[in-house]
């Protein structure tokens, strides 16, 4: 597809239970940022890769949350034991840049979002 | 944590009218940007200003910088129904942007 695809755009998981979140970033883009948005926030940096290598993990909020990209191409993020607080939408960007030129403007693709609620 | 505060929170207004939704940031930036929001999905960009900018002009869009007061202003002209979303100011540090919690336009019919 054109833009960034993730997947499942809903789940619902019971406390306790682990939960993978897809993304398929825009073909050829070498940048990939998840990021987390709590109802009626603005989203909040969890983590970067450049290709494979994840370069920049210190908005994950614990050692429950770990992310992978190991062709540099689709990503995952998993959430083990889910709690209530990791309801939130889960959003995958992608750049075709190197993220440092975020800073320089280079703009950055966003999904529609993983929606996860924990029950 | 979020750095960026817009205000305000809420905005409803008529179509036709313009909305000003503001941004204040903490940190020196290279850049701000906006970006608005749909109701269930994902951001899209709008504008970015850089730092050397004091205003930025795209359609009905005009972006104001004050790094002196570290605040940037988005202004929205001649409103319409389809400007109803969440609009976000975003600073940029390094590899990652940091969101404000966003001002919520509802443009009614």
């Known amino acids: 597809g054109a833009g960034v695809s993730q997947s499942p755009r809903y789940k619902v998981a019971k406390r306790g239970q682990d939960v993978a979140l897809r993304c398929d970033p825009i073909?050829?883009?070498?940048?990939l940022f998840w990021y987390q948005q709590a109802l009626g926030q603005g989203p909040e940096f969890l983590t970067y890769?450049?290709?494979?290598?994840?370069?920049?993990k210190s908005g994950l909020p614990s050692d429950r949350f770990f992310a992978e990209r190991p062709e540099g191409s689709v990503s995952t993020l998993k959430i083990q034991r889910t709690q209530q607080e990791d309801s939130a939408v889960y959003l995958c960007?992608?750049?075709?840049?190197?993220?440092?030129?975020?800073?320089?403007?280079?703009?950055?693709?966003f999904g529609e979002g993983s929606w996860l609620t924990v029950v | 944590s979020q750095q960026g505060e817009e205000d305000p929170q809420a905005l409803s207004i008529q179509e036709g009218e313009n909305a000003t939704m503001n941004c204040s940031y903490k940190?020196?930036?290279?850049?701000l940007q906006w970006y608005r929001q749909n109701s269930g999905r994902g951001l899209v960009h709008l504008i970015l200003?850089?730092?050397?900018?004091r205003e930025k002009h795209s359609g009905r869009l005009r972006v104001t910088l004050d790094t002196s007061k570290k605040s940037s202003s988005l202004l929205i002209t001649a409103s319409r129904a389809a400007d109803t979303a969440s609009y976000f100011c975003?600073?940029?540090?390094?590899?990652?942007?940091?969101f404000g919690e966003g001002t919520q336009l509802t443009v009614n019919p």
């Open positions: 200003i850089r730092s050397n900018e």
């Open positions: 073909s050829g883009h070498v940048s």
């Open positions: 940190t020196s930036i290279n850049n």
């Open positions: 975003a600073e940029t540090s390094g590899s990652r942007l940091t």
């Open positions: 890769f450049q290709n494979e290598a994840q370069l920049d």
């Open positions: 960007a992608s750049s075709p840049r190197l993220a440092g030129s975020v800073s320089s403007g280079n703009t950055i693709y």
